[in-house]
């Protein structure tokens, strides 16, 4: 068999302990980690395998799960056994009281005292070769009825041999030298004694050869490979084991990053926004001229510029607060009853100057009886803002961006907002909803964006329980589709009306 060995690619250096006394072997069957190179090589005589801690790691692990086994197979074995003696008067009558004493006086007393010397604290697989004489035990006492026995009953009482060999080797599933060892004692114990203590005719002592070698050789082979399968299935769990450690390991640290990044975007998002409203309120102030006019009038276009510029900046920071909130989980949804439409007709103002300026058209219509429903009346208008911003975005001069809120067949509520912009190439239709993802190399023809308007949506319609789907056509435009399930809708809610008396 080659030799073998299970290189983990990226694994953590093991362990060292220092300071302290050593874990025991028997401590560290269970719990020591897979070290960076383990040879589960196995030397195809012995089925061991060639390194010595992965050999009692399997021993100690192999015993254990089969130690009931064994012992339920060997009390069997001897409720089995005794049962046989009912045939004793009819095949060997001339010494049915012999074979009795040696079947229930002798053999099942020793193979129950096996199993319950098994029970003794400290019995490990080390004493297998005890528990193997469970398998000799009452073989030898048939070879023993077969000595005594009298013509026809010594011809027939090998396949009690064959039987009892048969049935150790099929249902042993420790080390399976053991069951060959006893196998081949049992054999050469009959041997012996139908040649020279109870010689039997040389063509009945063929007959029952052919068949007890053959029989007891073909169960001692499915020991053996039931062995090698129980090994390798050892092999197999140790590596799965090892990857599910190692997996988890890198989804430790890959939260401790993400957790540190997200810090790090709140702390400096925090930092950020507080300058930021300064220079956006202060440039307000310049641009309005509120306390006087300013020298000279290039002025109060820069300081336009600069509130526009932060503003947008201010804009990318909330994006990316959002973002960071979403992905660990701190995105919470301060829900209550809204008009869609409503909410809908507000954000659309915003954009009629903006869609104007690019000289795009911009429209917008309700296509059924919309409902009201159970959202964050910010983060719903965020979902409308980045969808309706990225088809303004992509969209060229006398292009057109329609906006349209209406029912799917389903009865859950849509948002479609459709572009004859640049489209997508299909291959990048998943990839836009990965944070800072461009899959544009051309620039928009008002700003570069960062990436983060499609993610942002994608997670806070996960937070509604619906989602947002994409599908676009190089050259032809975009359509993005948000979706609202039905589960949110609510009756809509009555007018307050205020009544003064005159």
Not at 22 to 48: C, G, I
Not at 171 to 199: D, G, K, Q
Not at 228 to 246: A, G, M, P, T, V
Not at 285 to 299: A, C, D, L, T
């Amino acid at each position: 068999m080659a030799e073998a060995k299970y290189l983990a690619e990226g694994s953590e250096e093991p362990e060292r302990h220092g300071g302290g006394a050593r874990p025991s072997r028997h401590d560290a069957v269970d719990h020591a980690p897979l070290e960076q190179s383990t040879n589960f090589a196995l030397n195809p005589l012995s089925l061991r395998f060639r390194q010595a801690d992965v050999e009692h790691r399997y021993n100690v692990q192999n015993f254990e799960r089969h130690i009931g086994l064994t012992r339920l197979s060997i009390a069997l074995g001897a409720v089995i056994f005794a049962l046989y003696a009912v045939f004793d008067p009819y095949i060997i009558p001339e010494v049915a009281t012999e074979a009795w004493a040696i079947r229930i006086g002798v053999a099942c007393p020793l193979l129950l005292a096996i199993v319950a010397i098994s029970y003794l604290p400290g019995f490990s697989y080390r004493h297998q070769a005890l528990l193997s004489l469970a398998m000799g035990i009452p073989a030898l006492a048939v070879v023993a009825m077969i000595a005594i026995a009298d013509t026809p009953g010594n011809y027939l009482y090998y396949a009690g041999v064959l039987i009892i060999l048969s049935y150790v080797n099929c249902l042993w599933r420790l080390r399976y030298y053991y069951s060959i060892l006893m196998s081949t004692m049992a054999c050469a114990a009959y041997e012996y004694v139908v040649l020279f203590v109870n010689p039997i005719p040389t063509n009945v002592f063929i007959n029952n050869n052919v068949f007890l070698i053959f029989g007891v050789g073909v169960s001692m082979f499915v020991n053996y490979v039931q062995e090698y399968h129980l090994r390798r299935n050892f092999i197999d769990n140790e590596k799965l084991r090892f990857e599910q450690r190692r997996s988890e390991r890198l989804l430790s640290r890959s939260e401790a990053a993400n957790r540190a990044k997200n810090d790090f975007l709140a702390i400096m998002s925090h930092e950020l926004r507080t300058p930021l409203n300064a220079i956006i309120g202060f440039s307000e102030i310049i641009s309005n001229q509120m306390f006087g006019p300013v020298g000279q009038p290039k002025y109060v276009d820069y300081a336009s510029d600069i509130r526009s510029s932060g503003a947008h900046l201010l804009s990318i920071i909330n994006d990316i607060l959002d973002i960071s909130k979403a992905e660990a989980g701190k995105l919470q949804l301060e829900e209550e009853p809204i008009d869609p439409v409503e909410a809908l007709n507000s954000t659309m103002r915003m954009f009629r100057q903006r869609a104007s300026e690019l000289g795009v058209e911009l429209s917008f219509r309700v296509r059924d009886d919309i409902p009201w429903i159970i959202a964050d009346p910010r983060l719903f208008n965020q979902v409308a803002i980045n969808l309706t911003s990225n088809a303004l975005k992509f969209t060229p001069e006398e292009g057109q961006v329609s906006v349209e809120l209406g029912l799917s067949p389903t009865g859950d509520m849509v948002l479609a907002v459709r572009d004859t912009g640049i489209g997508i190439k299909a291959s990048d239709t998943a990839r836009i909803f990965e944070p800072f993802v461009q899959v544009e190399d051309a620039m928009s023809r008002t700003q570069q964006g960062t990436g983060l308007g499609l993610p942002l949506v994608r997670k806070i319609m996960n937070l509604h329980g619906g989602s947002v789907d994409i599908e676009s056509v190089v050259g032809e435009g975009t359509v993005a589709r948000a979706t609202f399930p039905k589960s949110r809708f609510i009756a809509p809610q009555p007018v307050d009306l205020q009544w003064q008396a005159s």
